[in-house]
């Protein structure tokens, strides 16, 4: 087999970006070099870090099922392919649904028992038998037994690759100035100053990162809250549960982590990443409180 000898630039060292370094790394036909571009090496500001960090197959179309599934058998060897123990974690997916959703989850749950995925459905009763959830409606459940606690924040970058950081970031943010057109130039074409291809993983600011290279790419940062809470009295083993209003929760070490989808008129693109305090008192805690079953309800 021949070897393929490039000079490839990633923009974005999270999970994205150092999955791809390492699988290019790893590609025995790959003989170029790798630069991995990351504004913030410190990683305090990067989605995969500020993430929820779970990874599930309980989606409805067949392409996202099947790179979960090939996501979730790396990250049960990433001891043996990294070195690096993550400490994973696989209680389960919940995800709720009212009588006005059960068609859609009904076809979706077809689907992923078609992709191979052990799912199952739960109704209330079954629910309130596992865990300890209550429903005061109508409902029916899709359970999955795949979750991620944390992802491998560096996987490119400690195969030996070459972190360029916060100054090579800067500096293509610099060439919007001086030059910006003959830069532009180049990113179009996939060949940027320096590398012989450029690979855009810059998450949810891959819009902004694409506007230098004169690129229209609809993608746009949105905020979304992470509340972490304690569990005086833990109700148990419990797996994420995602509520049908889109409310969601679940265990982190000795605390517990959740969150929801912010109101209609309440989600603008390019929103700060402070947390918005509010969400928990007026949408979180609401949806939280009346889901514990009385006989087993844990004191929060």
Known sequence: ???????????????????????????????????????????????????????????????????????????????????????????????????????????NHAIQKGEGCAVELLDPAALRQRFFLDLHRRSRTCLSRYRQRRLVRRTGIDAGLSPQGARAWRAVHRRRGRGAGAQRRHLALGRPPGAGTIVLAAGPWSGDVAALAGIALPVEPRRRSVFVFDVREPPGPTPLVIDPTGTWFRPEGRFYIGGTTPADGNDPPGAPLEVQHQEWDDMVWPTLAPACRPSRRPRW
């Open 1 to 107: 087999m021949s070897k393929i000898s490039s000079r490839v630039a990633i923009v974005g060292g999270g999970a994205v970006g150092s999955s791809i370094a390492y699988h290019l790394q790893s590609d025995p036909s790959f003989a170029g070099t790798i630069s991995v571009i990351e504004r913030d090496p410190t990683y305090a500001r990067a989605s995969s870090a500020l993430s929820a960090s779970s990874i599930r197959q309980q989606f409805s179309t067949p392409l996202n099922i099947h790179l979960s599934r090939y996501g979730i058998g790396f990250l049960r060897c990433a001891s043996e392919l990294l070195g690096v123990e993550l400490g994973l974690k696989e209680p389960g997916y919940v995800f709720l649904a009212s009588s006005a959703g059960e068609a859609v989850l009904l076809a």
